[in-house]
């Protein structure tokens, strides 16, 4: 089932609840794909482009919710914290660093990489071996250490 899809029934299921975080979210997410859809590509938006345009509504919004931390707003943060529980129930399970460690000193061994200049390398194999599993600020971080920078 496409993304698209399962937002559509998710809006009407978030309605019958009367769950205001949940249809916020998932009405987020549907505006967010008809923007992609009228954005000139003409591809479907499907597998990774799903995922990216998902993880991108997540960013944006954890960088809200930052900034409204930073000047004490606790009542927008409540909004942007329930909007990206909601957007992450539809990306695929995150891995947990110690299995984007072991993702990426595998990785690292099989092809050859030994020190910083092979970062560019293994950073494009890593996110796109991880594309939807890992946010790219955690790989990057985990590389450069694995990397020893």
């Given at each position: 089932?496409?993304?698209e899809?399962?937002?559509?029934n998710?809006?009407?299921?978030?309605?019958?609840?009367?769950?205001?975080?949940?249809l916020?979210?998932?009405?987020?997410?549907?505006a967010?794909i008809?923007?992609?859809?009228?954005?000139?590509?003409?591809?479907?938006?499907?597998?990774?482009?799903?995922?990216k345009?998902?993880?991108?509504?997540?960013?944006?919004?954890?960088?809200?919710?930052?900034?409204?931390?930073?000047?004490?707003?606790?009542?927008?943060?409540?909004?942007?914290r329930?909007?990206?529980?909601?957007?992450?129930?539809?990306?695929?399970?995150?891995?947990?660093?110690?299995?984007?460690?072991?993702?990426i000193?595998?990785?690292?061994?099989?092809?050859?990489?030994?020190?910083?200049?092979?970062?560019?390398?293994?950073m494009?194999?890593?996110?796109?071996?991880l594309?939807?599993?890992?946010?790219?600020?955690?790989?990057?971080?985990?590389?450069?250490?694995?990397?020893?920078?």
């Amino acid at each position: 089932m496409l993304l698209e899809d399962k937002i559509n029934n998710d809006i009407k299921e978030a309605m019958k609840a009367k769950d205001q975080a949940w249809l916020r979210g998932v009405r987020a997410i549907k505006a967010a794909i008809l923007l992609a859809k009228t954005d000139g590509s003409g591809g479907a938006i499907e597998g990774d482009r799903e995922i990216k345009l998902l993880q991108k509504l997540v960013k944006s919004r954890q960088d809200s919710l930052a900034i409204y931390e930073q000047q004490n707003r606790a009542d927008l943060a409540t909004v942007e914290r329930e909007e990206i529980e909601v957007i992450q129930r539809y990306l695929p399970k995150q891995l947990s660093e110690s299995e984007l460690e072991t993702y990426i000193k595998n990785l690292i061994s099989e092809n050859g990489a030994s020190g910083i200049k092979d970062m560019g390398k293994i950073m494009g194999l890593a996110s796109k071996g991880l594309a939807g599993k890992a946010d790219g600020k955690t790989i990057s971080e985990i590389v450069k250490k694995s990397l020893g920078a």
